[in-house]
């Protein structure tokens, strides 16, 4: 049985070290400088250091000219110039459909008739003659979709579920929202930052200490988490705003609306945020008052599987920074 458990665990970590960085937005920016001469910025995430297969198509007669490229981390940015049309056609993302990837897209125009798409698998094209609606509206879903595709950070709220006591789980959960949505806000309108790399280390070492903090309590210990939980969450949630941050700074914010796309990106990771606890209670309720299983060593496994998931990410994440 021990061999089972242990088997899944790693598989679980596995799956999810393979899949979390992937769903990183790509972005694809379009600015009209002068009439039908347009200047194009495309950023595209890294995995491992291998850039995905994605490329913007353009309407006939789109070249591109005075191409560069640099990298940036673990975006690739390109940048060209291009002198066509571009008030009808399509733009396409060729290869998004062979990834979790969404790419974020924006037309600037002389005109003002500016457009903006979160282009997926299900809908990799932009029609250019199409109005798209508010770009700030776009945010509320990707906002939403960071959160639920955002595995550490689902994890780490996992974490405070199984950790805190029912009465303590709303301060604790409100404390986290509180944090991350302050310095989300510091950084994408006060240009607060903080090196992407350590972050990401302390985001995933955070999670590896709930994952043992929930065992510690499983075998009667009692720790500060424990006992001010929503104190720790808050502090881990400061440094979990600054991870939304990076994710925001891949696509900016629209011009003119930056507080209105901010506020709707953070209200998405919120909904997301709710609705993923929403379903976990949901879960333990079906399993422990329907199904009569028991819940103590449901929690001790999951406890295991995050803290394993969250030392895995830590280490790694070290590695890549001096490798």
Known sequence: MRRIVLALLVLFTVTLTASAHEVRPAYLEVTETAPATYAVTWK???LDGRRLKLDPV????CDRERERADAAGGTLVQRWEMHCDLSTGQI???????????AFVRVDRLSGDDLSAVLRPGALRLDLAAPTGAPAATYFRIGVEH???GFDHLLFVLGLVLLVRPRQLLATVTAFTLAHSLTLAAAALGGLSLPGPPVEIVIAMSI??????????????ETLS???PWLIAFGFGLVHGFGFAGALAE???PKGAEVLALLLFNLGVEVGQVAFVGAVLLLVFLATRLARL???PARIVAAYAIGITGAFWAIERIVNVFV
């Open 294 to 296: 028991p819940l103590a």
């Open 226 to 228: 424990q006992r001010k």
């Open 92 to 102: 396409e993302i060729a290869g998004l459909e062979r990834t979790l990837t969404d």
């Open 58 to 61: 353009f309407p006939e007669g």
């Open 251 to 253: 696509i900016g914010l």
């Open 208 to 221: 590896a200490l709930l994952g043992a903090e929930t065992i510690y309590r499983s075998r009667g210990h």
């Open 147 to 149: 959160i639920l595709f």
């Open 44 to 46: 595209q995430p890294v």
